[in-house]
């Protein structure tokens, strides 16, 4: 099983950058998948997740209206849309799949999940 982040970068205040997760070795399609960012000195934070079906997605209120988590099974892909971002946005991003197939339940706690990749940084300054 693997996850490999990619997508971060240096980014402007207001701007925008787009996160892929390329994800293999599982049935990507019958895992929910997460976003999680870690700060330095800061815990992992929940960021946003997405169903296995695409159907329902959830975000930390923090990004809520500026972030988009997006899906493509056929690829193995997730991804993340980030608009509007801000400095406090500046982090190192991580995805990772729920621990277990098809749960209904929306966890935002990072210990459901597994199988984190080596995560990508975002910086957002002027």
């Known amino acids: 099983v693997q996850v490999v982040e990619s997508g971060g970068g240096l980014a402007q205040p207001g701007g925008s950058l787009r996160l892929s997760c390329a994800a293999s070795?599982?049935?990507?399609?019958?895992?929910?998948m997460g976003w999680f960012r870690q700060a330095p000195g800061k815990e992992r934070d929940f960021v946003a997740l997405?169903?296995?079906?695409?159907?329902?997605?959830y975000y930390a209120d923090s990004v809520k209206g500026r972030f988009t988590i997006s899906r493509d099974n056929a690829k193995n892909t997730l991804y993340l849309q980030m608009n509007s971002l801000k400095p406090e946005d500046t982090a190192l991003y991580y995805c990772a799949k729920d621990r277990k197939p098809r749960r209904m339940v929306p966890s935002t706690d990072r210990y459901e999940y597994e199988y984190w990749g080596q995560g990508t940084q975002v910086t957002v300054s002027s």
């Open positions: 997405i169903m296995w079906s695409g159907s329902s997605t």
């Open positions: 070795g599982f049935t990507f399609s019958n895992y929910k």
